[in-house]
């Protein structure tokens, strides 16, 4: 399973970004999916996770700013932030739980997207 993230950018302190990910490959069914991120210097840490029930789980610092969805049909979730800060400027990397069944073998796995750098910046 291939994720594919994108949205990232230059955006100005209070602005608005809409990060996407979309999953691909065959026989495959997502679980969990989340959004991670990355600043300078830091450690990676969980933004927030959508279980495969709908679940959503927010970073305290982001809780009523960004909101995370997905589309089970589609296989694609997304990050709608709003009233960016310059504390969130990092690279966001998308994250998904995987089942594959091709009808003879079975397996479980957890893919990752490449990152895309979101900046707050005036």
């Known amino acids: 399973v291939q994720l594919q993230a994108s949205g990232g950018g230059l955006v100005r302190p209070g602005g608005s970004l809409t990060l996407s990910c979309a999953a691909s490959g065959t026989n495959f069914r997502i679980n969990d999916m989340a959004w991670h991120r990355q600043a300078p210097g830091k450690q990676r840490e969980l933004v927030a996770q959508?279980?495969?029930?709908?679940?959503?789980n927010y970073l305290e610092s982001v809780k009523g700013r960004f909101s995370i969805s997905r589309d089970n049909a589609k296989n694609t979730m997304t990050l709608q932030m709003n009233s960016l800060e310059p504390e969130d400027t990092a690279v966001y990397y998308c994250?998904?739980?995987?089942?594959?069944?091709?009808?003879?073998?079975?397996?479980?796995?957890?893919?990752w997207g490449q990152g895309t750098l979101v900046t707050v910046s005036s």
């Open positions: 994250e998904a739980d995987w089942y594959y069944n091709n009808g003879y073998d079975t397996s479980v796995g957890r893919s």
């Open positions: 959508v279980t495969g029930g709908g679940t959503k």
